[in-house]
T-cell receptor, first 117, second 113 residues
Framework: GAVVSQHPSRVICKSGTSVKIECRSLDFQATTMFWYRQFPKQSLMLMATSNEGSKATYEQGVEKDKFLINHASLTLSTLTVTSAHPEDSSFYIC?????????????FGPGTRLTVL | DQQVKQNSPSLSVQEGRISILNCDYTNSMFDYFLWYKKYPAEGPTFLISISSIKDKNEDGRFTVFLNKSAKHLSLHIVPSQPGDSAVYFCAASGTEYGNKLVFGAGTILRVKS
């Protein structure tokens, strides 16, 4: 199956700093990438959808200036959490899809555990 | 407003028996449903899906049933194996959602040997 990697797997940072998380599709070209966050015992909540070469589409309630998403190539998307605060501590997961159809399978990365002190 | 609900946070089943995981949804515009399996420290992996034009889809030990009138779907695993122990997420999508998925909160399945 298709492989999606994320880096780093864990990051601890001080409040006020910025953190960049990378998501890579290793063996296929990802037309669309998605960023989710998951709080303990809750479902994966979609934050934004990004199509290669265009601006990301953010879900309601997600601050685009705080969560900067770049999808510069068909194999790489980055999420930057700017001026991180303790409430941003969460599990961030990306997924990638080769197409834009609703029935196309999304392949998930292993996730990044962010802890903001 | 949770559009996809998995009301059982956990389920414990004996090895060899059937595991039944349930999922309910509220939005009648959903027309495609998926189940994902997630191990600790890993991302979810796709398991099986079903389109709203069907009421059953089977793949080996895994079968998904869809009851559109009840807005309910279930995942049956038979026979259950210890390696099936994981968190199972139900997800829904629809044409008007593009290819965005709406996830349930997940059910932890423990298969005891």
């Amino acid at each position: 199956g298709a492989v999606v990697s994320q880096h780093p797997s864990r990051v601890i940072c001080k409040s006020g700093t910025s953190v960049k998380i990378e998501c890579r599709s290793l063996d296929f070209q990802a037309t669309t990438m998605f960023w989710y966050r998951q709080f303990p015992k809750q479902s994966l909540m979609l934050m934004a959808t990004s199509n290669e070469g265009s601006k990301a589409t953010y879900e309601q309630g997600v601050e685009k200036d705080k969560f900067l998403i770049n999808h510069a190539s068909l194999t790489l998307s980055t999420l930057t959490v700017t001026s991180a605060h303790p409430e941003d501590s969460s599990f961030y997961i990306c997924s990638a899809s080769a197409h834009r159809a609703s029935t196309d399978t999304q392949y998930f990365g292993p996730g990044t555990r962010l802890t903001v002190l | 407003d949770q559009q996809v609900k998995q009301n059982s946070p956990s389920l414990s089943v004996q090895e060899g028996r059937i595991s039944i995981l349930n999922c309910d949804y509220t939005n009648s515009m959903f027309d495609y449903f998926l189940w994902y399996k997630k191990y600790p420290a890993e991302g979810p992996t796709f398991l099986i899906s079903i389109s709203s034009i069907k009421d059953k889809n089977e793949d080996g030990r895994f079968t998904v049933f869809l009851n559109k009138s009840a807005k309910h779907l279930s995942l049956h695993i038979v026979p259950s194996q210890p390696g099936d122990s994981a968190v199972y997420f139900c997800a829904a999508s629809g044409t008007e959602y593009g290819n965005k998925l709406v996830f349930g909160a997940g059910t932890i399945l423990r298969v005891k040997s």
